[in-house]
């Protein structure tokens, strides 16, 4: 049974680039949460994606954008790359439909580096 | 707004003895609680949850966890510590009542076990 896998696993970047950021869930999940974990802090929530569409989101800005196909895959986005955008990016998957009693589980993340 | 915090930001004991990791959770509603243990350049790994019912709850790896309502915290312990435990340990809540499935993290507490 695979886990959350995710690609690229670094990712060296300039100010003002493009990223992507690709995610594939754990088999069976359906919901993809992607978080941004910056050097000696917590994962913070980016945003959430289930039937295609954005559910829910936080406190980042447009520059961050995403998507998820049909197969439930995700990608993450970040647009106009600033140097405090360096990060791990993590993502989780869970199954919805549990009454909010999920488990996310984790992928080994995507570590950004931005020059 | 949900919160945790993890007062601790390194915690050291040795092989053996018992260890314990504290949490304290802030949320308007009722919370469903969440460990996460992360090792060095790899994703966060699910170790336990509270959800309802028993206030001990049991996870992977002879980990265990204690609810305490009044307190507001769900401190993780084990009764003997292993040289392989040290990591990094996250906390995690989620407010039921926000409706949304998204977590909020604690800056983490690192765990280093002395052989």
């Known amino acids: 049974d695979a886990g959350v896998t995710q690609s690229p696993t670094h990712l060296i970047k300039t100010r003002g680039q493009q990223v992507t950021l690709r995610c594939s869930p754990k088999s069976g999940h359906d919901t993809v949460s992607w978080y941004q974990q910056a050097l000696g802090q917590g994962p913070q929530f980016i945003f959430q994606y289930y039937e295609e569409e954005e559910r829910q989101r936080g406190n980042f800005p447009d520059r961050f954008s995403g998507h998820q196909f049909p197969n439930y895959s995700s990608e993450l986005n970040v647009n106009a790359l600033l140097l405090g955008d360096s990060a791990l990016y993590l993502c989780?998957?869970?199954?919805?439909?549990?009454?909010?009693?999920?488990?996310?589980?984790f992928g080994p993340g995507t570590r950004l580096t931005v020059l | 707004a949900q919160s945790v915090a993890q007062p601790e930001d390194q915690v050291n004991v040795a092989e053996g003895n018992p260890l314990t990791v504290k949490c304290t959770y802030s949320v308007s509603g009722n919370p469903y609680l969440f460990w996460y243990v992360q090792y060095p350049n790899r994703g966060l790994q699910f170790l336990l949850k509270?959800?309802?019912?028993?206030?001990l709850v049991k996870g992977s790896y002879g980990f265990e966890a204690e609810f305490n309502k009044s307190q507001t915290s769900f401190h993780l312990k084990k009764p003997s510590a292993l040289v392989s435990d040290s990591a990094l340990y996250f906390c995690?809540?989620?407010?039921?009542?926000?409706?949304?499935?998204?977590?909020?993290f604690g800056k983490g507490t690192m765990l280093l076990v002395s052989p």
């Open positions: 509270y959800i309802t019912g028993d206030n």
């Open positions: 995690a809540v989620r407010d039921i009542n926000s409706g949304y499935s998204t977590l909020t």
């Open positions: 989780a998957s869970s199954l919805r439909g549990t009454g909010l009693t999920d488990t996310q589980y």
